[in-house]
């Protein structure tokens, strides 16, 4: 197989439980990347708490050394709501800190979501009640029926469209970009993820045991606190990650 600059990833729940003792099954946890999110944090876990005040649940802030004491917000909320944070050196980017939470994690569901407030936290629930319902894997989706994209110039809703219809040929959903997911534990189980890009959602989608996958519709509204990370940088990395999935689902090692 040939080699390419991806970091790759492969961890089993066992594996990534061994050290961090599972809560409950019935805990889900919440992981959200961050890198100078310290304005939107607690604005996130503001309108977290009340829509999960029915669930035992937990926040994983993996923070990626984060200038503006993103992690040192995080640790305070901490001390009034269920939220840990996990410290890392540098600026490693999103997919593997999306993999570092999910090793973290005690909960049986991991939800990912971003901390900008793009991902609306009241949709969360609806994500686990897909879940709670048999479903493998439940995906936060812009492009189904009732989801939309609100405030985003024409430009970006042109790359957002390209790079849907480009993952559509390698994934059975429609928002194959999506970054708003909740997936079963044991769905990744063995599971072989690449730690590339900041596209995690189709990463998880297209490798994910998951024999059920449902679209949950939901509004995404560009960021208003802080700066958006994308540029043509996060476009290469895609494309190369689909590249990779292209040829492990042809030579049949997507896991």
């Not at 066992?14 to 890198?35: F, G």
């Not at 310290?38 to 005040?53: H, Q, T, Y």
Request: with cysteine.
């Amino acid at each position: 197989m040939p080699r390419t600059r991806a970091t790759v990833c492969r961890w089993r729940a066992s594996n990534a439980t061994r050290t961090i003792p599972r809560l409950s099954a019935l805990v889900d946890s919440v992981i959200v990347p961050t890198y100078n999110e310290a304005a939107s944090l607690p604005l996130l876990v503001e309108r977290l708490a009340p829509a999960m005040r029915d669930r035992e649940w937990e926040l994983v802030v993996v923070d990626d050394g984060s200038p503006d004491g993103t992690a040192d917000v995080a640790e305070k909320l901490g001390a009034t709501h269920p939220v840990r944070v996990l410290r890392r050196a540098g600026k490693a980017g999103l997919a593997s800190a999306v993999i570092a939470g999910m090793k973290e994690a005690r909960g049986d569901v991991l939800v990912v979501m971003d901390a900008d407030l793009s991902h609306p936290p009241e949709i969360v629930p609806d994500l686990l009640a897909v879940i709670d319902a048999g479903v493998d894997l439940a995906v936060g989706s812009r492009y189904v029926s009732g989801g939309a994209t609100m405030d985003w110039p024409l430009r970006r809703r042109i790359v957002s469209r390209v790079a849907c219809i480009l993952g559509n040929t390698l994934v059975p959903v429609r928002d194959a970009t999506s970054g708003f997911f909740a997936v079963r534990r044991s769905a990744l189980d063995g599971v072989r993820l690449n730690a590339i890009g900041f596209k995690i959602g189709f990463e998880v989608i297209a490798r994910a045991r998951a024999h059920r996958i449902v679209e949950v519709p939901y509004t995404f509204r560009d960021r208003e606190l802080g700066a958006s990370k994308f540029g043509r940088r996060e476009i290469g990395q895609y494309l190369l990650q689909l590249g990779i999935v292209a040829r492990d689902k042809v030579t049949g090692r997507l896991r």
